[in-house]
């Protein structure tokens, strides 16, 4: 298998999403979940998702559709459309999954895949973290991450203009 198609094929979509979390299951892994835009991929998002891959032995990632994006952001976003997103966050080693998303929050996937684990950046409170009731009745955990102070997509798209 090419190693495009290794990316590509870490980018789940349909009846694929629940074949793995049956595998996962299957196999005992602990599952991270988390999401975002990820509209422009920079070294705080790596440090994030790298540390949050820490957690368990799967880690997910929801990411949300161009559609979604500019219903959340507005008109001019997302940077990158999501296909260019996807295969960004496919392909780094420590990303297990890729999931797209239509909705503008991911209650409806996190209650698909059912994480062991929850995770968000520090900048929410732990009780503003949508799916944190579904996660904590399952008997999963709820955990925020420090962010790397300085990098932000608004911050580089600011610096752009």
Known sequence: MSKKNIIESKILKGEQIDRMLAYWSFRDYSIVFTNGCFDILHKGHLDFLARASDLGDVLVVGLNTDRSISAI????????????????????????????????????????????????????????????????????KVFTLDIVKGYSTSSIIQGLR
Do not use: H, N, W
Not at 76 to 102: E, N, W
Not at 128 to 138: A, K, W
């Open 73 to 140: 952001k507005g008109r001019g976003r997302p940077m990158l459309d999501q296909k260019s997103r996807t295969l960004l966050l496919a392909s780094l080693s420590f990303v297990t999954a890729v999931i797209l998303f239509d909705q503008e929050t991911p209650v409806e996937l996190i209650r698909q895949v059912r994480p062991d684990i929850l995770v968000k950046g520090s900048d929410y409170k732990l009780e503003e973290i949508v799916g944190r009731e579904i996660v904590t009745e399952m008997g999963g």
